[in-house]
């Protein structure tokens, strides 16, 4: 999926990461996979605005995890925007990747799911990435990668407290599996629906190691973004 013209040879070690000694991610990708952020709730539980403007390590987290997927092999990412999208793009660089505004974004996630899958490439496979994710790391999106087949849903799990696994994002779609499952997407749900009813598509891939997959909904979950 990745191919290399210099430098050193990248690994993924037993944590999830992208390895490679002395050097920052950096290679030239063959992947026929595009990202779709996910960045156009209002953040209303939170009461600080449109999350993809919380900060993250001196960025915006819509920044951040636009590059994250980019760092992790993603062809390209689409950033779907919604709540205060002019002040999003007012107050971010994200000029390296696609972004689009969804004007429906207050009718539920499923919409800017649908106009997400819409926006990629019809030969891409979609990898599906939640902007209020900040403990995402560029090694986690690279696990996804390798592990994925095609025909398959390939999604990310992650070990709870108790030793059980729970479901939770990025999910990488084959091509024809995004298009099905943006056309049963209702309301809040995103490809809940599609994913429900065909759980015999679904590969997990456990990621440890610098993320547990918790958001920030809350002002609880606010130690996050100081991690």
């Known amino acids: 999926m990745f191919s290399r013209q210099r ?80 002040e999003v793009r007012a107050r971010t660089d994200l000029s390296a990747h696609q972004v689009l505004d969804n004007p429906a974004w207050a009718r539920g996630l499923s919409t800017s799911f649908t106009a997400g899958v819409a926006a990629v490439g019809p030969d891409d496979d979609v990898l599906v990435a939640l902007v209020d994710q900040p403990g995402l790391t560029a090694g986690v999106v690279a696990r996804l990668l390798s592990r994925h087949r095609t025909g398959r849903v390939t999604m990310a799990a992650y070990r709870k407290p108790d030793g059980a696994l729970q479901r939770g994002h990025p999910v990488l779609f084959d091509r024809a599996l995004a298009n099905k499952a943006a056309a049963v997407a209702t309301g809040d749900g995103g490809a809940r629906n599609f994913l429900r009813a065909h759980p015999g598509l679904i590969d997990l891939v456990v990621c440890g190691g610098a993320s547990d997959g918790a958001d920030v909904d809350t002002a609880d979950h606010l130690h996050l973004l100081d991690q």
Do not use: F
């Open 7 to 86: 430098g050193p040879k990248w690994h993924i070690n037993r944590k999830g990461s992208v390895e490679a000694a002395g050097h920052p991610y950096s290679w030239s990708m063959t992947s026929r996979t595009t990202a779709v952020l996910l960045a156009a709730g209002a953040g209303s539980r939170l009461g600080r605005g449109p999350k993809a403007l919380l900060l993250y390590r001196g960025r915006t987290l819509v920044e951040h995890l636009a590059q994250v997927l980019r760092d992790g092999g993603c062809r390209e990412t689409v950033v779907v925007l919604g709540a205060g999208a002019a």
